[in-house]
């Protein structure tokens, strides 16, 4: 179907004309024709800046936006409704089952996700937006294996807010003029369209998660695309939130100007720990062993330039009046397993207590069951307060020389670590390519970072002719070849098995992560394998 240059490609199921309506379709490719030139624009300079760091440059914090960070006058919106108290927050895809069990949880905020936890298949990115649009009807009360699933009162329900797809992703199923869609700008777009009002209506507002961000420019581009919705369907200025996740390398030496960028419609910074250690790899591929990391669960978030990254994020955040948002607890609680639980919710309740004792001001869960932790653990630092704005972690001074100090972080590389690698790697990609994008995986929840970082560690390992430390071999294609194919076997044996679906999530990953040439994100390739 073909509307004023609008293209639909894919399917148009039950309900879709609800959501892809004439009205919301003209919305939604204004912003595209207006924005996406300034998109292309600034991923050609990332690729600019990633030739320099592979030519021996590095990352430092901006000398032309000195008199940004040293001005001490300026502050960010005061917080928004519904997100004045943030201390829980759950995230997860935009199922229908998970809209319902997010929204009654108990968290203060639901991340309704389109992009790390989602599968981007065509069904999947209308579908969501449904349920959104239905969830603030409150129709979309539904019953399945006798069981009801039905929303609590809106008083008792969490907040909403969106994460759309970042900057380099596009929606192909929807072509303007001839060219694919921003799939940034069709979430943002659809769901501000069919919702903003609603929103408001419950006296909230629509509010997004900024996901994969490199610079302030990039955040300067959200806040002209929000301010020019706001205008093309009457919102006040403003009404947006937005809370930027701090998930790249060179976002961490910007985290000021992207506050300042974003400052009318700023919610704050979260702290993204795997796309980070993703990124760090990735901007640094070429050089050596100096950013080196061993291996992903070794990384913890005490290691030197992680404690500065999260250290400086909330110093920032409240130095301006914003909330700073810490990561992201992954564990499922086994029902079968109660030594299981044991072990790992201390750990999750040792996170969760090193984060508001530094200062964050809430904290993200992927399981309803681990809302009641969090809640405690920040409901014993707050008080009766909100947040932890009043903090200001004067006592925090952080170098560009401590954000880079990867080489300072303690840990080995070994078989073990290399084969979980492999197989959480296998598992999620073949789950993706299902259509499911948020994966219980050994007890964790697991998304698209997760793949990130493995494969990203397995590329840098066998580039730098690594010795592993329980067994004293080297890592090599081969090698890895050999790990994936045996991974594979073992992986078979499961009940359920999808030969299929693994078939295309091993030749994935084989690209991916043996490949000589590094690909910038996983999911293209990937979205490019998707009907």
Not at 54 to 69: M, N, Y
Request: glycine share 8%.
């Amino acid at each position: 179907m073909a509307m004023d240059g609008v293209e639909i490609t894919g399917p148009r199921l039950d309900r879709f004309d609800e959501i892809l309506s004439p009205e919301a379709l003209t919305f939604v490719a204004t912003l595209q024709r207006e924005f996406d030139g300034r998109r292309r624009e600034l991923l050609e300079a990332r690729q600019a800046r990633q030739a320099e760091l592979s030519a021996g440059g590095t990352l430092d914090f901006l000398p032309e936006t000195k008199a940004i960070r040293e001005d001490e006058t300026w502050r960010v919106a005061p917080p928004a409704p519904g997100l004045v108290d943030r201390r829980v927050e759950i995230t997860g895809p935009v199922d229908r089952k998970m809209t319902v069990n997010a929204l009654n949880s108990g968290a203060k905020v639901w991340l309704a996700d389109f992009e790390d936890a989602n599968s981007p298949l065509w069904e999947n990115v209308v579908n969501g937006q449904l349920n959104l649009r239905d969830a603030l009807d409150r129709t979309i009360d539904f019953e399945t294996g006798g069981k009801r699933y039905a929303l609590r009162p809106d008083d008792e329900l969490a907040t909403v807010v969106v994460r759309p797809r970042g900057w380099h992703l596009t929606e192909k199923h929807v072509l303007v003029d001839g060219a694919p869609f921003s799939a940034s700008l069709f979430d943002f777009g659809l769901y501000f369209f069919h919702c903003a009002r609603r929103q408001l209506d419950k006296g909230r507002g629509p509010y997004f998660y900024l996901p994969k961000m490199e610079s302030h420019l990039e955040a300067r581009l959200w806040n002209d695309v929000f301010t020019r919705a706001q205008e093309l369907l009457g919102v006040p200025y403003g009404t947006i939130r937005a809370t930027v996740l701090i998930e790249t390398y060179p976002a961490a030496f910007e985290m000021e100007e992207i506050l300042y960028e974003l400052r009318d419609h700023s919610a704050g910074l979260n702290a993204g720990r795997w796309d980070y250690l993703f990124s760090v790899i990735k901007k640094f591929r070429t050089r050596g062993r100096e950013f080196l990391l061993p291996e992903r669960n070794a990384v913890t978030m005490t290691a030197p330039f992680m404690r500065a990254y999260t250290e400086l994020l909330v110093r920032t955040c409240h130095r301006r009046g914003a909330h700073a948002i810490g990561g992201m607890a992954a564990f499922i609680p086994s029902r079968r397993d109660p030594e299981v639980n044991k072990v790992a919710l201390e750990k999750v309740r040792a996170d969760k207590t090193r984060e508001s004792g530094d200062g964050f001001d809430g904290s993200w869960v992927a399981h309803p069951d681990l809302v009641p932790i969090c809640r405690e653990v920040f409901d014993s630092v707050l008080g009766a307060e909100p947040n932890q704005l009043r903090r200001l972690r004067e006592d925090v001074s952080v170098s560009a020389g401590e954000l880079l100090a990867v080489a300072e972080t303690p840990g080995e590389i070994t078989e073990a670590g290399l084969r979980n690698n492999v197989d959480v790697a296998l598992r999620y990609l073949a789950a993706w390519m299902g259509g499911s994008g948020a994966v219980g995986i050994h007890n964790l929840m697991e998304d698209a970072a997760t793949a990130e970082i493995s494969r990203s560690q397995i590329w840098q390992w066998i580039h730098n002719g690594i010795e592993l430390a329980d067994t004293g071999e080297v890592v090599t294609r081969e090698m890895a070849e050999r790990v994936i194919a045996e991974e594979l076997a073992r992986i078979g044996e499961e009940p359920g098995f999808d030969e299929t679906l693994y078939r295309q999530a091993a030749e994935l990953f084989r690209e991916v992560a043996l490949d000589d040439d590094f690909a910038e994100f996983l999911t293209l390739p990937a979205y490019a394998r998707m009907p």
